[in-house]
């Protein structure tokens, strides 16, 4: 299954999903359509999704379909497809529950600080992807690092998804890649969440999904070792950050021209 850390044999490696598990059919196809793509190109893969959005604007936006339906239903893409998953988790509570079924606990950004999340995370004794919070330099992420080694758990890695601009927007600093790589860990970056605009009037975050060919092309420039994205065949109508989704369909093309700019600073 998962291999850490990716980046040893030099490929970089994808971790792609729709935000947030719908329904009970649609993620198995995003994840048929992910690991012929990947398979296809040579890229490793890991399914995303979240089980349950526990950050969102509104108090009427979608969720989930509940806990224990959605973790199921990543647990069916793990074994049929026999692929990795990662899935989010906001309280100490929720790892052991999401480690049963995921190979990788991601900590979502604005929680990066939360030691007792990092701890329990840590102690499942599975990979623990960080994401960087939108408030916090590069630097600062070394403790939360730290806080997952210290807890006997060397299996780290860390996620630029871009700074807070002013009220509305984010930019990336392409520096926080090395920066953060030199704790040791595999770096990624997600583009899509980079490209959100959150804090809008309407209460819906908003975006910019014509950037992230710019985006996920400067960050292998840069020397990521993983590319985050979500996607979905109908950006439009998903449930959750269809703003700053890349459709399913673009998919395999954005990647071919990400293995190009790989091969080229080979």
Do not use: W
């Amino acid at each position: 299954m998962i291999h850490y850390p990716y980046r040893q044999d030099g490929r970089f490696f994808l971790l792609a999903g729709p935000c947030v598990i719908e329904d009970e059919q649609s993620p198995l196809r995003i994840a048929e359509t992910l690991v012929a793509c990947c398979s296809k190109l040579g890229i490793p893969f890991v399914f995303k999704a979240s089980y349950r959005k526990a950050n969102r604007s509104r108090l009427d936006s979608f969720t989930g379909i509940g806990d224990e339906k959605a973790l199921k239903v990543l647990g069916k893409i793990r074994e049929q497809f026999d692929v990795p998953v990662i899935t989010d988790i906001h309280t100490a509570e929720e790892a052991a529950m999401a480690a049963e079924v995921a190979d990788i606990l991601q900590i979502p950004a604005f929680l990066c600080r939360q030691t007792d999340l990092l701890v329990a995370a840590a102690k499942t004794g599975k990979v623990v992807n960080i994401k960087k919070g939108q408030f916090a330099s590069a630097d600062s992420m070394g403790f939360a690092v730290e806080k997952v080694r210290l807890s006997g758990n060397n299996q780290v890695m860390l996620t630029e998804r871009g700074t807070m601009f002013g009220y509305q927007d984010l930019v990336v600093d392409f520096r926080n890649i090395p920066v953060m790589q030199g704790f040791g860990v595999p770096v990624v970056l997600d583009v899509t969440h980079s490209l959100q605009q959150p804090n809008q009037a309407s209460g819906v975050t908003g975006g910019k999904p014509e950037m992230i060919s710019v985006i996920a092309k400067a960050g292998i420039a840069a020397g990521a070792d993983g590319i985050f994205m979500e996607t979905h065949p109908d950006p439009a109508h998903a449930k959750s950050d269809g703003a700053n989704m890349l459709p399913l369909e673009h998919v395999e093309s954005l990647l071919e021209q990400l293995i190009r700019i790989k091969e080229t600073l080979r």
